[in-house]
């Protein structure tokens, strides 16, 4: 996904100066990141061998480790929130914060700075927890945003379904194209699912993280914001939006 907002972003910056959580923790992510040994930017963690011993203390300090998180131990329980800000790759940073930058705005808007961030860190932390219980004896470590961009993505599917967003689709030669927000999020709420039934407790993407964190958010904006709530803010999502 690349675009948003329609006219919606203009009428927001006028008022507010823009979604100033949004952009902050977009800011926190990649200060944090570049100053780690992740990035490999600082000479001080050394290269080879003494840069990966770097790297692995870094993710076992910040991470969640699902063994030690379910296994009581009281250091770990801040892990949740503090391996929301640590990120596994270039890549992996770059994509969690498009994502964050895409569909976070507005979602701050309607809940408003204090609430989105209350939000944003409330799910991401039972998002991580939710993957550790189901693999409580896993040693891997779990890091990234993604489980709480996930709540996000799921809020905004309840508050804003029929805003359009453009999205590049590999096996269509990344054709940009415009959907409905609903078709979108769907499609991707299901392949995250369908990878998570499939994934194990190994490394690679915590799939069911992100369905953990989807379906939170979603059922936190239907709590909080179905009626007529949720009327005004797709009615603000689509007023002037640009027509193709």
Same mark, same amino acid.
């Given at each position: 996904? /690349?675009?948003? +907002?329609?006219?919606?972003?203009g009428a927001w ?12 923790? /977009? ?9 780690? !040994?992740?990035?490999?930017?600082? !000479? *001080? ?15 076992? +300090?910040?991470?969640?480790? !699902? ?10 329980? &801040? ?22 930058? =895409? $569909? ?6 309607r809940m408003g700075?204090?609430? @989105?961030?209350? @939000? ?5 932390? =039972?998002? &991580?927890?939710?993957?550790? =219980? ?13 489980? *709480? ?6 809020? $905004?599917?309840? &508050? @804003? ?8 689709? !590999? ?7 415009? $959907?409905?927000?609903? /078709?979108?999020? /769907? ?9 998570? +039934?499939?994934? %194990? ?9 992100? #369905? #953990?964190?989807?379906? #939170?958010? @979603?059922?936190?904006?239907? %709590? +909080? $914001?179905?009626?007529?709530?949720? =009327?005004?803010?797709? *009615?603000?999502?689509?007023e002037g939006e640009?027509?193709?």
């Open positions: 996904m /690349i675009d948003w +907002r329609g006219g919606f972003l910056r006028g008022v507010h100066g823009g979604p100033m959580v949004t952009y902050g923790l /977009i800011a926190a992510c990649c200060l944090l990141f570049v100053s780690s !040994p992740v990035a490999g930017l600082n !000479p *001080a963690y050394g290269t080879g061998d003494e840069l990966l011993a770097a790297q692995g203390a870094h993710f076992h +300090r910040w991470g969640v480790v !699902p063994a030690e998180l379910t296994g009581g131990d009281p250091r770990a329980l &801040l892990t949740p929130l503090t391996a929301l800000f640590v990120h596994g790759s270039w890549l992996h940073l770059l994509g969690n914060m498009l994502f964050l930058y =895409v $569909f976070g705005a507005m979602a701050e808007e700075p204090v609430g @989105f961030c209350l @939000f944003y860190l409330g799910t991401g932390y =039972v998002a &991580l927890c939710g993957y550790a =219980v189901a693999h409580a004896d896993s040693e891997q470590t779990l890091v990234g945003a993604s489980g *709480a961009i996930s709540a996000v993505l799921g809020a $905004f599917l309840f &508050l @804003f379904p029929r805003s359009r967003v453009t999205s590049l689709f !590999p096996f269509l030669f990344f054709l940009p194209l415009r $959907f409905p927000a609903w /078709i979108v999020l /769907i499609f991707w709420f299901t392949l995250q699912w369908l990878a998570a +039934r499939a994934a %194990g407790a190994g490394p690679g993407v915590a799939y069911l993280a992100h #369905v #953990v964190g989807f379906s #939170v958010g @979603f059922l936190y904006a239907w %709590g +909080r $914001f179905r009626g007529g709530d949720r =009327v005004k803010a797709q *009615a603000a999502a689509t640009s027509q193709p």
